[in-house]
């Protein structure tokens, strides 16, 4: 590190805060060192010195611990719930249609259906269908790098057909990434209270994170993190140690001169 | 319809659709009323899936079969083996809030 450099007076006069982050073990933080340094004496530090704390790295990793945090914090399973919705078609008209949904060019992400099993119960009469649905892949990249997804995405689909109450339950859930995650959905389709001629849509999802598998990642990457702050926090004290030592000691030296 | 997740199977899941959309359609009204009282409804539900088996049951045979073999090869049986445990669904759910998964991981 050039020594020069650091000693000429800062050209800005900004001042800015940098902070250094102690992460506890329950993903809380706090800070640790509050140091207040001229933006341009920051500036050619980071220039001289690639592995001290920069400000852009620290916000990185505050950004990745606050979206662990809130993860962590909130309830394991999400819910969703989504307002009854009217089709104007007698219910067995959807019911019927169920099964001619795709394709369609407003879903072109399913590309391919098949059953997998049916059955009629004789003395119900409720037809119960176990299906299976491939759609085109819509995770991310890097989801499908670190839980290592496969190209299309599967999901399970259960309906039950119950023509002596008019119900028709049908259940999602993904096939792939459900080491991962399990969204699982459910629509009803029944009459209308207020027309035979209508038909009543509603809608819940329940999203449940495998919580062992996010827990061994959170904990891996915290350690990470926990160690590069701990080894940046280090560099960065012994380094601007020597920097401020250094800088004083050449003042104190500067001003014995002139005075002598 | 969409097609089968594998080229091969296409053809015959074609076939069964058709027939299941054939029966299911006469099927539908007529049980909705028949409903009406218990006993018709018993017969009818049972006449009508003795029905279903004649028509569909061999065409679903082999599709059944293709597509079996096309999971396999996808790699998707253990999956579909797992959400089976978990989630067998072999009755309709109580409730409007779907079941919670019974495994922690």
């Known amino acids: 590190m050039s020594l020069q450099r650091c000693v000429e007076p800062p050209v800005e006069t900004v001042w800015i805060r940098m902070y250094c982050l102690t992460i506890r073990p329950d993903f809380t933080w706090m800070t640790s060192t509050e140091i207040q340094i001229p933006f341009g004496l920051l500036h050619r530090l980071a220039d001289s010195h690639e592995r001290f704390l920069l400000i852009d790295l620290t916000l990185f990793y505050l ?6 945090n809130s993860y962590r914090s909130s309830s394991q399973t999400m819910h969703f ?14 019911v019927i249609g169920m099964w001619h949904k795709y394709p369609n060019p407003k879903c072109s992400h399913v590309i391919s259906i098949d059953v997998l099993d049916r059955s009629v119960d004789p003395k119900t009469g409720m037809i119960r269908t176990e299906r299976v649905l491939g759609c085109k892949q819509k995770a991310p990249t890097w989801i499908l790098k670190l839980f290592g ?3 299309d995405a599967f999901v399970r689909e259960i309906s039950f057909i119950d023509p002596k109450t008019q119900n028709a339950i049908i259940t999602s859930e993904n096939l792939s990434l459900s080491q991962v995650v399990t969204c699982f959905e459910q629509i009803r389709y029944s009459p209308s209270s207020e027309s035979p001629q209508r038909t009543v849509f509603s809608q819940t999802a329940e999203i449940q994170a495998r919580m062992g598998l996010w827990r061994s990642a959170a904990d891996g990457l915290e350690k990470w993190l926990v160690q590069r702050f701990e080894q940046n926090a280090q560099l960065g004290k012994t380094a601007f140690t020597d920097v401020l030592g250094r800088l004083w000691e050449e003042r104190q030296l500067q001003s014995a001169s002139l005075s002598s | 319809m969409a097609d089968s997740l594998s080229p091969e199977c296409t053809p015959l899941k074609k076939e069964y659709d058709a027939c299941f959309n054939a029966w299911f359609e006469g099927y539908l009204e ?3 009323s028949a409903s009406a009282s218990p006993q018709k409804q018993a017969e009818y539900s049972q006449r009508k899936a003795e029905e279903f088996q004649q028509k569909c049951g061999k065409i679903w045979e082999s599709y059944r079969g293709c597509v079996q073999k096309a999971l396999k090869e996808k790699g998707l049986d253990k999956l579909l083996e797992q959400s089976r445990t978990e989630n067998p669904l072999t009755e309709p759910p109580q409730s409007s809030m779907p079941p919670s998964s019974s495994s922690s991981s």
């Not at chain 1, 950004?63 to 662990?68: E, F, G, R, S």
């Open chain 1, 149 to 151: 997804g496969s190209e």
């Open chain 2, 30 to 32: 007529p049980a909705v």
């Open chain 1, 81 to 94: 719930f989504n307002q009854a919705f009217n089709y104007d078609h007698p219910w067995s008209h959807v």
């Open chain 1, 63 to 68: 950004y990745i611990l606050k979206a662990l």
